[in-house]
């Protein structure tokens, strides 16, 4: 298995896109920004998401897509953080 999940000028498995100084950031913190904001509407303005959350719609998809990325690399990057090793879960 491939663990070299961290955004970086070596990737093994993913193509980086690189946009001014973006790409300083680890990816883990593009994952909680995402998520904090998406929580922050879902918790103050719901009402938002009621029309794109449609599955069928482009802004639906795209949010479903994130979202089961999400659930699964977010955990294990951040247990890569905390802990300074690959684990496999």
């Known amino acids: 298995m491939w663990d070299n999940m961290s955004y970086g000028w ?3 498995w ?34 938002l998401l009621l029309a794109v959350s449609s599955p069928k719609t482009e802004v639906g998809w795209n ?9 699964r690399y977010f955990p294990h990057l951040m ?4 802990t300074d090793e690959s684990l496999y879960f």
């Open 10 to 12: 070596d990737p093994i």
């Open 14 to 47: 993913f193509a980086p896109r690189l946009r001014g100084s973006i790409g300083s950031m680890p990816r883990e913190s593009f994952y909680y920004l995402a998520m904090f904001i998406l929580g922050s509407v879902a918790r103050y303005t719901p009402e």
């Open 63 to 71: 949010l479903e897509r994130f979202l089961t990325a999400a659930e």
């Open 79 to 82: 247990l890569r953080w905390w």
